[in-house]
């Protein structure tokens, strides 16, 4: 169960409608769809005349068939095509969301580099399997454990993020010192230059295609980073009014910008792959207005509404970088976003009543959570079985959303009032949990027993993904 790609791949088929492919015999020339192997997947391009349709498909040996797992593109809009009669072409290709850089999934880290990681992300989930190990289908709840700390104080960290070699750094709130757990799990601390004993300096982090980590400025008045190399160094803002609140988390965008998220502000500001710090105008602001962001496969960047959604709107930027606004179901805040696997992005519910997402068609919709309180989640992480965690601010209990849509909730070992503040998968496949107050850390394995792989890992924490 991989992904593979065959050269001169071509076989003709009769199959109408939307479903499963029967192949026929391969053209002069080609070879047929048996050289993918049984249980396979593959990138294929069906046509008709002016029909086409780009996706992943699963080949199966018995009966030879290609399943249609999910659509690139298409003619009809980049749904499935309701094939007519007639004799239709299909081959295995190399499509171009599979060649073409500049989209990253999340944030820089390795399955997030380009469009073509974030389909590759999907294959895999599909096919159940990294390297040797199965994970796809593992339905678990996971193992709940906590540990040590070495630096602990109230509002302390507030999000994390998944540096290249595998360490952990927590994003400083109030905290005068750095702190992150080693891919071993030995945690640390370092020295900071600017720290927020005064104030709450920063908010969310993104790792920069450089492997540079940055911190969001919250109430700050000047940009933080974190090398690969350990130096912590800091830089100049355009809009610094510290200490008011202004931005909330960060997304890293399709040409290496960096976008902090509106939150208190007036403005949009962003920092480029070479280090200039700009701003530009926003289309609707208000006061707390959105809490983190997520990168769509499109390029666009999703602001989260947080007071936004209580007044309907949400607010997006664009690959080229035009700004807008569209409607949302109006309802209480919610506290960063999660990619899903199909290209849905999932609001995290902290006071709302419902969950709410964003299809990759841009289509609106709300849906039932099993449990529901005042300030319960902040931030969100995708495990890599699919499944989306909420991560655990005032909420006595776990709650996820599965690939398929169901949600459910599972026990915590360690609750407290404002106790984390989103959380990271690391590459061993938990999900570690930021401390903002809590005095422990807390994980979960979200596939116990089997390392995720280091060649698909992803980095997701409060409000990133």
Request: charge should be neutral; include cysteine; charged fraction near 10%.
């Amino acid at each position: 169960m991989a992904l593979v790609l065959k050269d001169r791949v071509q076989v003709t088929s009769t199959t109408t409608g939307t479903g499963t492919f029967t192949l026929g015999s391969a053209v002069a020339g080609y070879q047929d769809f048996a050289v993918i192997g049984n249980a396979n997947t593959t990138y294929y391009l069906i046509t008709l005349t002016t029909d086409w349709e780009v996706g992943i498909g699963t080949y199966t040996s018995s009966g030879t068939t290609l399943a249609r797992n999910r659509v690139l593109g298409s003619s009809n809009s980049g749904a499935l095509v309701d094939w007519p009669a007639g004799s239709k072409t299909v081959k295995c290709i190399n499509p171009s969301a599979a060649v073409q850089p500049g989209i990253p999934t999340s944030d820089g880290s390795q399955i997030g580099t380009d469009l073509s990681g974030w389909y590759a992300f999907q294959s895999v989930l599909n096919s159940g399997e990294v390297g040797d190990v199965t994970f796809g289908n593992n339905s678990t709840n996971g193992v709940v454990s906590t540990f040590s700390l070495v630096y602990t104080t109230a509002g302390a960290y507030y999000g994390g993020v998944l540096a290249p070699n595998g360490d952990i750094h927590f994003v400083p709130e109030r905290a005068n010192r750095g702190q992150k757990i080693s891919a071993s799990g030995v945690v640390s601390t370092y020295a900071l230059v600017n720290t927020g004993i005064f104030g709450q300096a920063y908010r969310g982090g993104v790792l920069a295609s450089n492997g540079d980590i940055h911190f969001i400025p919250y109430e700050s008045n000047v940009g933080q980073k974190i090398n690969a190399s350990g130096v912590v160094s800091t830089y100049s803002l355009v809009k610094s009014t510290g200490p008011s609140q202004n931005f909330f988390g960060g997304v890293l965008a399709a040409n290496g910008d960096i976008h902090f998220v509106p939150y208190g502000t007036n403005v949009g500001q962003k920092v480029s792959a070479a280090g200039v710090v700009s701003t530009y105008s926003l289309v609707y602001t208000t006061t707390d207005a959105y809490i983190g962001g997520v990168l769509a496969p499109n390029g666009d960047i999703h602001f989260i509404p947080y007071n936004a959604a209580y007044f309907g709107k949400g607010q997006k930027v664009s690959a080229s970088g035009v700004v807008s606004t569209y409607s949302i179901v109006p309802q209480d805040g919610y506290y960063g976003g999660v990619l899903a696997p199909n290209g849905d992005i999932h609001f995290v519910p902290y006071f709302s009543r419902r969950g709410q997402k964003v299809s990759i068609a841009g289509v609106v919709s709300t849906y039932s959570l099993v449990y529901t309180g005042n300030a319960i989640y902040a931030g969100g992480a995708l495990a890599p079985n699919g499944d989306i965690h909420f991560i655990p601010f005032d909420a006595v209990r776990g709650q996820k959303v599965s690939a398929s849509g169901v949600v459910s909730t599972y026990s915590l070992v360690y609750t407290t009032s404002n106790a984390y503040g989103g959380g990271t998968l690391t590459q061993n496949g938990e999900i570690v949990f930021i401390p903002a107050s809590a005095a422990r850390c807390q994980k979960i394995s979200t596939n116990p027993g089997a390392p995720f792989g280091i060649g698909t890992c992803l980095s997701s924490y409060l409000n990133k993904f």
